[in-house]
């Protein structure tokens, strides 16, 4: 798989790369390690750079863009994950495919635009373009639901619905765990506590 035919395909042609996709053999491990990490590692380098080195505000020390990068990574990463476990357990309530590496791909890929426009963390202020292409990630989701996960036209749509809260929920709370446990020492230091 090249990286870059696979991210511009399902960016530019999604409806036709979910087809391709949903021919392969979408083993999580090869996904992993050939795709999500490298285009995870753009978010995070970016946001090092951006908010340890350009800086945002009260938080610009390199420790706090270091902070920020391993949140960024971890997040996208266990994100990842544990959507497509839920994604992959909830299969079967809605007529669907239980299947592990189809769920996990089905993910990965639909955070593709989030993850290419993630090199713009570089400035900080722009890090509202990079939800705007999260948005357009959920609509690749959407798109992917029945090619990836064989789900009956009846049922997508509340499949989808479903998914998509699992996956803002699954965001919200590994985004407050991980800035709780990397971040909440920073802000803390900042404010002289």
């Known amino acids: 798989m090249n990286i870059l035919e696979r991210a511009k395909g399902i960016i530019l042609k999604p409806k036709e790369e979910w087809e391709k996709i ?3 053999t979408n083993n999580s491990t090869v996904i992993l390690t050939t795709y999500l990490i490298p285009l995870a590692l753009i978010s995070a380098v970016a946001s090092l750079i951006g908010y340890g080195l350009i ?3 009260s938080f610009s020390t390199f420790s706090f863009g270091i902070k920020h990068a391993i949140i960024m990574l971890i ?3 266990g994100g990842a994950y544990l959507t497509a476990f839920i994604i992959d357990l909830l299969a079967p309530s809605f007529n669907a495919e239980k299947n592990f590496g189809r769920a996990f ?6 955070y593709t635009p989030m993850m ?3 090199v713009l963390y570089i400035f900080p202020v722009l890090g509202v373009i990079v939800l705007l292409a999260s948005l357009y990630g959920l609509y690749i989701l959407y798109l992917g639901m029945k090619p990836m996960m064989k789900s009956p036209d009846d049922k997508v749509t509340i ?3 479903v998914s ?3 996956l803002i929920v699954v965001y919200f709370v590994l ?3 991980l800035s709780s446990i990397f971040i909440g020492s920073v802000v803390r230091a900042t404010a002289g506590f």
């Open 75 to 77: 997040s996208i990463i």
């Open 116 to 118: 290419v426009a993630g």
């Open 105 to 110: 791909a089905l993910v990965v890929y639909s």
């Open 22 to 24: 949903g021919q392969e």
């Open 159 to 161: 499949y989808f619905i």
């Open 175 to 177: 985004s407050y765990l």
């Open 55 to 57: 800086g945002y505000g």
């Open 164 to 166: 998509l809260i699992v």
